[in-house]
T-cell receptor
């Protein structure tokens, strides 16, 4: 069964600190892995997309890593800001259909305190 | 920011009413999607479309229906709303490239009383 599991479920950090969010998946055949940021009451916004051959990708203070062998990914946030408070969703796409079917994790709810 | 719009943003309606959630995109994308999301839970695909006159049901069974008469428009309709339909509904469209990047609208928060 294709699944995406994220940890921790929620996380509270102080402004300026770093944090790392985890994602494990069983989706096969694998196409790509994305990290989305979803602010409360808004739609998800893409942060990074990584294909099978990529093991790291950065977008400003966000750095995603991918280990396709162990089927794990992480999202590292550097020097957190209050605006980073949001849900971070790991999403994996399979190669099994032309639809580009996405499998969503439940997200990690990050809260940044001043 | 992606050019995909949803209206209304919030809707509170009584049981038995018919409702239509609007979704429009100006990017010319062929593929469009409707997702349902409950608080703290993952997004579930309820409908998708490959293009005009193409609609399919997604992974999560839904009593809603969709239509795709124009490329840019993908409305979702509930003929008779029930409290179990209370949820957030997200529309998305895809550019059809190899990575199938999906762009999401802001969502409609539906409450059925």
């Amino acid at each position: 069964k294709n699944q995406v599991e994220q940890s921790p479920q929620s996380l509270i950090i102080l402004e300026g600190k770093n944090c790392t969010l985890q994602c494990n998946y069983t989706v096969s055949p694998f196409s790509n892995l994305r990290w989305y940021k979803q602010d409360t009451g808004r739609g998800p916004v893409s942060l990074t997309i990584m294909t099978f051959s990529e093991n790291t990708k950065s977008n400003g203070r966000y750095t995603a890593t991918l280990d396709a062998d162990t089927k794990q990914s992480s999202l590292h946030i550097t020097a957190s800001q209050l605006s980073d408070s949001a849900s971070y969703i790991c999403v994996v796409s399979d190669r099994g259909s032309t639809l580009g079917r996405l499998y969503f994790g439940r997200g990690t709810q990050l809260t940044v305190w001043p | 920011e992606a050019d995909i719009y949803q209206t209304p943003r919030y809707l509170v309606i009584g049981t038995g009413k018919k409702i239509t959630l609007e979704c429009s995109q100006t990017m010319g994308h062929d593929k469009m999607y409707w997702y349902q999301q409950d608080p703290g839970m993952e997004l579930h695909l309820i409908h998708y479309s490959y293009g005009v006159n193409s609609t399919e049901k997604g992974d999560l069974s839904s009593e809603s229906t969709v239509s795709r008469i124009r490329t840019e428009h993908f409305p979702l309709t509930l003929e008779s709303a029930r409290p179990s339909h209370t949820s957030q509904y997200l529309c998305a469209s895809s550019d059809g490239t190899i990575t199938y990047e999906q762009y999401f609208g802001p969502g409609t928060r539906l409450t059925v009383t």
